[in-house]
């Protein structure tokens, strides 16, 4: 088993904080291995988001249940947080034993299987998605080495919670990774998310350090991370590891334990766009507009048109091939080619 960066202590036949993984008589179990809870055939890659990997490409995205965190703006709260919420009931019920049986529920699906419907679809990239993929770290590292062999690309969209050990077992196996950076304060990460900061900063530098291509989401909630300073700070901590990092900033919607909030106005993306390029990041996107689509960062010209994220992309042949600007020859930092 592979630790995440809660490095929770689990009493004998007692579960952790993410109710997924269960102490066993003294064996910790992965209750959700081989239970998919969500399967989703050609989903576009932009959609992660994912704009410098193998733009305009479908994915073949897979869940299951549960989460290390526990969002009170969580925009997947149905995947992600019921395992707690059962965890809750199933104890005030005196019933904890229940809990493998309750999660477990799902599409009963193996790693073979999951790659064999992978490759019936068409897709040529795996995405581990929609709820936090270290969670079902075990399945998911099966269900990858499987997809390399079948000439597949594996992604991750994360909260980037992983500890070390789990960024080395990543390597070589997953290709590319979103990773949200929620916030740049600490009390941000322990009140509203359940969790800590730093942790978070190392894996983004971690996952850079050990070539595995990384891109960063902020999700701008409205009184709460939207403040010239904090999205300064992020912006400058992303282009401190590598300007070619992109950045995406998104805008969130009611969700969860934050139903009172108002949706972020498009004039916040804007901003934290424009804060994003005066730090001297490369690629900074939004949701529409030419703030979706990649330019060459040399000489301007438009390489990849997008309309946001749910409708994919359209490489522009004349201006953009093999990864490099037809103009002025500038590499554009990414992964353009399948295995």
Same mark, same amino acid.
């Given at each position: 088993?592979?630790?995440?960066?809660?490095?929770?202590?689990?009493?004998?036949?007692?579960?952790?904080?993410?109710?997924?993984?269960?102490?066993?008589?003294s064996k910790l179990k992965l209750i959700v291995?081989?239970?998919?809870?969500?399967?989703?055939?050609?989903?576009?890659?932009?959609?992660?988001?994912?704009?410098?990997?193998?733009?305009?490409?479908?994915?073949?995205?897979?869940?299951?249940?549960?989460?290390?965190?526990?969002?009170?703006?969580?925009?997947?709260?149905?995947?992600?947080?019921?395992?707690?919420?059962?965890?809750?009931?199933?104890?005030?019920?005196?019933?904890?034993?229940?809990?493998?049986?309750?999660?477990?529920?799902?599409?009963?699906?193996?790693?073979?299987?999951?790659?064999?419907?992978?490759?019936?679809?068409?897709?040529?990239?795996?995405?581990?998605?929609?709820?936090?993929?270290?969670?079902?770290?075990?399945?998911?590292?099966?269900?990858?080495?499987?997809?390399?062999?079948?000439?597949?690309?594996?992604?991750?969209?994360?909260?980037?919670?992983?500890?070390?050990?789990?960024?080395?077992?990543?390597? &070589?196996? /997953?290709?590319? *990774?979103? +990773?949200?950076?929620?916030? $740049?304060? @600490?009390?941000?990460?322990? %009140?509203?998310?359940? #969790?800590?900061?730093?942790?978070?900063?190392?894996?983004?530098?971690?996952?850079?350090?050990?070539?595995?291509?990384?891109?960063?989401?902020?999700?701008?909630?409205?009184?709460?991370?939207?403040?010239?300073?904090?999205?300064?700070?992020?912006?400058?901590?992303?282009?401190?590891?590598?300007?070619?990092?992109?950045?995406?900033?998104?805008?969130?919607?009611?969700?969860?334990?934050?139903?009172?909030?108002?949706?972020?106005?498009?004039?916040?993306?804007?901003?934290?766009?424009?804060?994003?390029?005066?730090?001297?990041?490369?690629?900074?996107?939004?949701?529409?507009?030419?703030?979706?689509?990649?330019?060459?960062?040399?000489?301007?010209?438009?390489?990849?048109?997008?309309? &946001?994220? /749910?409708?994919? *992309?359209? +490489?522009?042949?004349?201006? $953009?091939? @093999?990864?490099?600007?037809? %103009?002025?020859?500038? #590499?554009?930092?990414?992964?353009?080619?399948?295995?």
């Amino acid at each position: 088993m592979f630790d995440l960066a809660h490095e929770c202590v689990i009493p004998l036949n007692g579960s952790g904080f993410c109710a997924v993984r269960k102490n066993v008589d003294s064996k910790l179990k992965l209750i959700v291995y081989g239970s998919a809870n969500c399967v989703n055939a050609r989903d576009p890659i932009e959609k992660k988001p994912l704009y410098h990997v193998m733009s305009g490409s479908k994915t073949f995205s897979m869940a299951t249940v549960g989460c290390n965190f526990a969002c009170e703006f969580c925009q997947n709260d149905d995947l992600s947080q019921c395992t707690k919420d059962l965890k809750k009931k199933l104890i005030a019920e005196g019933n904890p034993d229940m809990l493998d049986i309750e999660v477990a529920l799902g599409y009963r699906i193996s790693p073979k299987e999951l790659v064999a419907k992978a490759v019936a679809s068409g897709c040529k990239i795996v995405a581990y998605t929609y709820n936090e993929p270290t969670i079902f770290f075990e399945y998911a590292i099966d269900t990858a080495h499987l997809a390399h062999e079948h000439g597949l690309l594996n992604v991750f969209k994360s909260n980037g919670f992983e500890s070390a050990r789990t960024v080395e077992k990543m390597i &070589g196996v /997953i290709d590319a *990774a979103n +990773i949200d950076l929620k916030s $740049f304060r @600490d009390d941000f990460y322990r %009140k509203i998310c359940h #969790s800590r900061l730093q942790p978070v900063l190392d894996t983004i530098r971690r996952l850079h350090d050990a070539g595995i291509w990384t891109e960063v989401t902020t999700l701008i909630v409205p009184g709460e991370n939207d403040s010239d300073d904090e999205l300064t700070a992020i912006a400058q901590f992303i282009a401190s590891i590598d300007v070619n990092i992109p950045w995406h900033v998104t805008q969130f919607h009611p969700a969860y334990h934050m139903m009172d909030k108002k949706r972020t106005p498009i004039e916040s993306v804007e901003r934290a766009y424009k804060i994003g390029k005066k730090a001297g990041l490369n690629f900074v996107y939004g949701r529409s507009g030419d703030q979706s689509c990649t330019f060459c960062p040399k000489c301007g010209q438009k390489l990849i048109h997008r309309e &946001g994220f /749910i409708f994919g *992309a359209e +490489i522009i042949s004349s201006a $953009f091939a @093999d990864g490099k600007c037809k %103009k002025c020859g500038t #590499s554009i930092p990414g992964v353009w080619k399948f295995r």
